[in-house]
């Protein structure tokens, strides 16, 4: 996928070489332009989406009855005046945007366009991104060609499964984005692509055509992880272990291998180089391989999409980590909930936010990942977004939970 050169208009949202020039007249224009396809793939419209016509209160989704497992919704806590509220965009971002979520807030007023025309519309528009000199000083923290900015590395190899039975709700964005934020800021990081989709190795730029020795030959024929262990182009500290299609089988194959819950926990044991981080992207599900990862895994990192339906399944999920703690691998735990998706200008959003630090406190990272055209345009071009666009807030803000991923690791203990 390519976009060709030349011609740039403010259309060619998707080619890198027309930022500027889409910047300098974006703000200004009121020509609309068409949706992008990532605009349209899982981004209801406002109109389409059940809740913001009633509003009915996220609980709405559960059952009466909390089959979900989640215990009684804890009152959340108020946006307005909170110290510990959560930061949504950079600190140090335009304060149009800390005004609106105010004002949203405050008044419940879908926010203003210039003219007053209420600004109804779920896309990601150009006020998602940075005013441009504030955004190139961001490029340059997070490229970080010096090498002078670095995270913490924590004092022993940290192992975390990334998991969400649903679909689409970020985990393999997010273990690309996290992954190559860590690794350009000192740490060693390995990906395991679990899911037979290798969404994550299109992200990392890494070959997963049928028949690449992959994680499917750990698994099923015992080969060590550093076999198929291929570094990702132009990360130094990264290596990506590839998924391809045959592990669809795996699931099916693996029934009758001896410690078949065990397999992958076996192969990451025995990678013998020096590592700071292991991200396991795990399939939207919750069979055998997503149980080799809580297996291999010490900490869970959970995905959340501030979406309607966000919080069905987590449950399960839940459940299942707790079985999987009971019989298979005691020290696993949910470390880690992060917040993706967040489209400041609804209200759902921001109940699904407050729902969720209601119920997981502290380990909620404060950054939540914005809903963001460019989040979804890197994995076309085999990079992340850290390195597609460094400047963009969905780039700043993996940037801003990676860097809380590293300091909350770097106060963990050693062995
Ligand atoms: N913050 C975001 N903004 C916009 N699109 C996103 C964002 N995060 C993920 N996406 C897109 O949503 C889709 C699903 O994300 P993905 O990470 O593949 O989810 P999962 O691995 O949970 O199935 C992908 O097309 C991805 O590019
Ligand atoms: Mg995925």
Redesign the pocket.
């Known amino acids: 996928m390519a976009y060709q050169e030349g011609g740039d208009t403010p259309e060619r949202i998707g080619a890198p070489t027309s930022r500027g020039y889409r910047r300098a007249i974006g703000r200004a224009s009121v020509t609309p332009r068409p949706r992008s396809m990532?605009d349209s793939?899982?981004?209801p419209t406002g109109t389409s989406t059940p809740s913001m016509s009633s509003e009915p209160t996220i609980g709405m989704s559960y059952p009466a009855t909390d089959t979900s497992g989640l215990g009684s919704v804890a009152t959340p806590p108020s946006r307005t005046g909170d110290p510990a509220a959560p930061r949504h965009a950079a600190p140090d971002s335009a304060t149009d945007t800390a005004t609106t979520a105010v004002g949203e807030a405050s008044t419940g007023a879908a926010p203003e366009q210039e003219g007053g025309f209420p600004d109804v519309s779920r896309e990601?528009n150009d006020d998602d991104d940075l005013p441009l000199a504030l955004e190139a000083r961001r490029a340059v923290q997070i490229l970080n060609p010096t090498g002078s900015v670095t995270m913490p590395r924590p004092p022993r190899r940290r192992v975390i499964c990334?998991a969400?039975q649903?679909?689409?709700?970020?985990?393999?964005?997010?273990?690309?984005n996290i992954a190559v934020a860590l690794a350009l800021h000192g740490n060693r990081v390995v990906v395991v692509d679990l899911?037979p989709?290798g969404?994550?190795s299109t992200?990392l730029g890494v070959d997963h055509h049928a028949g690449t020795p992959s994680v499917y030959e750990c698994l099923v024929e015992g080969a060590s992880l550093k076999e198929v262990a291929k570094p990702v182009e132009g990360i130094p500290n990264l290596v990506c272990v590839p998924a391809t299609i045959d592990l669809a089988g795996a699931e099916i194959e693996l029934v009758s291998v001896v410690a078949r819950e065990q397999r992958l926990k076996r192969a990451i044991d025995g990678y013998p180089e020096e590592v700071d981080y292991v991200f396991i992207?795990?399939p939207?599900s919750l069979g055998l391989l997503t149980v080799n990862a809580l297996v291999a895994a010490e900490e869970v990192l959970i995905?959340i999409?501030c979406e309607y339906y966000a919080l069905e399944g987590l449950g399960q999920l839940l459940r299942n980590i707790e079985l999987v703690k009971a019989h298979l691998n005691p020290v696993i735990r949910v470390s880690t909930i992060l917040l993706?998706?967040?489209d400041r200008r609804t209200k759902l959003a921001d109940q699904v936010e407050q729902e969720v630090r209601g119920h997981f406190r502290d380990i909620v990272l404060d950054t939540v990942?914005?809903?963001?055209?460019?989040?979804?345009?890197?994995?076309g071009y085999g990079q992340s977004?850290m390195t597609y666009d460094p400047g963009s807030r969905?780039a700043t803000?993996y940037f801003g939970a990676a860097q809380e991923i590293a300091r909350r690791g770097a106060q963990l203990g050693g062995q």
């Open positions: 990532s793939v899982g981004a990601t990334v969400n649903k679909g689409g709700v970020g985990k393999t964005t997010t273990v690309v899911d989709q969404n994550a992200g992207d795990c939207p995905p999409q993706t998706m967040y990942i914005p809903r963001s055209v460019r989040v979804s345009e890197a994995p977004v969905g803000s």
